[in-house]
């Protein structure tokens, strides 16, 4: 059984406009979440982490967190097209050891 | 450097054949991964290693395994690769001197014919 769902699993912005990607939990035990983005052909790489509910922001990106719902987004504004990738949804009981990742939502930014 | 090296990058090996595949971290990371990622599978957690000699099975360990003799490199091992093993695998590491992020290498496309 999946642990982490992501919806959509596909997502096409226009160039500037907002992203909206959604992450939710199975498992109550999960405390802490990241977002990693994958480009073609490279590894995934940290995007942003968030342990509380919630909002963090770090630059255009914008996560929330609501551990009651075991939900967490993950909001990009002013999408450029450089920010088309894969990205992932990771959760950890411990913030350490084993990491759960959902099958991740594939974002088109269309220029 | 704060780097996970992956080799080698692209394999391609007959079924039966041993597969060995490398990953060194330069972060000292105690904890180490094998994950492989499949197209609409999102990334399966094989093996993770909590340090020298302490290996523990993930998700999906059927098929493979590990060793780690030193803390900066972890080995991924198919005995006999099999065609359901072709896949993209990725290493990475964690440590408490990185926040516990994830650092993942680039990935190493092994093809099974």
């Known amino acids: 059984q999946q642990k982490v769902q992501q919806s959509p699993e596909s997502l096409s912005v226009p160039e500037g406009g907002m992203a909206s990607l959604n992450c939710t939990s199975s498992?109550?035990?999960?405390?802490y979440f990241w977002w990693y983005r994958q480009h073609s052909g490279e590894g995934p790489k940290a995007l942003m982490?968030?342990?509380?509910?919630g909002d963090k922001k770090e630059g255009r990106f914008t996560a929330h967190l609501n551990k009651a719902s075991l939900h967490v987004s993950l909001h990009i504004r002013d999408s450029q097209p450089s920010d088309s990738a894969l990205y992932f949804c990771?959760?950890?009981?411990?913030?350490?050891?084993?990491?759960?990742f959902g099958k991740g939502t594939s974002l088109t930014v269309i220029p | 450097d704060m780097k996970v090296t992956q080799m080698p990058r692209y394999l391609i090996k007959r079924m039966g054949e041993n597969v060995l595949l490398e990953c060194g971290q330069d972060m000292s990371h105690e904890t180490m991964y094998w994950y492989r990622q499949d197209p609409g599978l999102g990334l399966q957690l094989i093996y993770i290693s909590y340090d020298v000699d302490s290996n523990s099975e993930g998700d999906i360990p059927k098929g493979y395994r590990v060793s780690r003799k030193k803390r900066e490199h972890f080995s991924l091992i198919l005995d006999s690769a099999k065609t359901n093993q072709t896949s993209v695998y990725f290493c990475?590491?964690?440590?408490?001197?990185?926040?516990?992020?994830?650092?993942f290498g680039e990935g190493s496309r092994l093809i099974v014919v």
């Open positions: 990771a959760a950890s009981e411990s913030g350490y050891q084993n990491f759960y």
């Open positions: 982490s968030i342990f509380s509910d």
């Open positions: 498992d109550r035990n999960f405390q």
């Open positions: 990475a590491s964690t440590g408490t001197n990185s926040g516990n992020t994830l650092y």
